[in-house]
C-alpha cells in the first residue's frame, strides 16, 4: 500500500481540519478529493508529503510509500518526496529560465548527474505530456494548459510511485482541463498512483476514480454515490 493513514487527527495552525482519517492508495489507483474550500483537501495532501506534521500521539498509522510519518525526522522527507511528484494548481514553474532548464533544475537538485541522461529524461516526460517542441520555450510564452502539462513533466522526472495534484485544472478552461485529467488518468497504467483535489464534480462522472469527500471535520470513501451529490452544493468549492 503506497498510502496508509488510520484514525489520523490533522490539523492546520492548530485547528483540527480532519478527525479520524481514514485514506488509503494502491499502486494504479486514482484517486479524487472533493470539498468545499477550507473543509480539508490541501491539508490532506501536505501531509503525504511532510509539508504539514502529523500529531504521533492522535494517529493509530499514517504510512506514506514505507514510511512512518509519525516518527519521520526532517532530514528524511527530501528522500520522500523524491518519490513522489508534487502538482501545484499554479503551476509554480521558475519564470527566469526555459522549459529545458526548469526541468534540468530539478534533476539537478536530486542528484542526477550525467548530462546525457538528464537529457535523455527530460526528452521523456516532454514526449509523455505532448510537449517536447515546447523545450526551449519560456513559461511566460506557454498558455495555461501548456504551463501544467509541463508541470506534469516535472512532477514525472523522478518516476514517482505518486503524483500529489492540488487542484490542477482550477484555473484552466473545460476543454483543457479534461485533457490535463486524462493525462493525469493515463498516468495510472504505469502504476502509479494519482490523488488529485477538485472542486469540479461533473469531471468525476467523465473521468470516474475512486472519490473522497471533505466534509464537516471528517473525510469518507463516497466512490458508490458520487454522481448523486447536490452539484448546486458542491460545484463552487473552488
Known sequence: MLIDFQKVNIYQQ????????????????????????????????????????????????????????????????????????????????????????????????????????INQRIDDVLNAVGMIEKRDSMPHELSGGEQQRIAIARALLNHPKIVIADEPTGNLDPETANSIVNLLRNITKQGTAVVMSTHNIPMLNRFPGIVYRCKDGEIDDVTQKYNKLDLSEDEEES
Do not use: C
Open 14 to 117: 492548530d485547528k483540527l481540519v480532519l478527525k479520524d482519517v481514514d485514506f488509503h492508495a494502491e499502486e494504479g489507483e486514482f484517486i479524487y478529493i472533493i470539498g468545499k474550500v477550507g473543509s480539508g483537501k490541501s491539508s490532506l495532501l501536505k501531509t503525504f508529503y511532510s509539508e504539514l506534521d502529523i500529531e504521533e500521539d492522535e494517529t493509530d498509522k499514517a504510512e506514506v510509500l514505507g514510511r512512518d510519518l509519525k516518527n519521520m525526522r526532517r532530514k528524511e522527507v527530501p528522500a520522500l518526496r523524491k518519490e513522489m511528484g508534487i502538482i501545484f494548481q499554479d503551476f509554480q514553474l521558475l519564470h527566469d529560465r526555459s522549459v529545458y532548464k526548469n526541468l534540468k533544475f530539478v534533476l539537478r537538485a536530486t542528484g542526477w548527474k550525467n548530462k546525457s541522461e
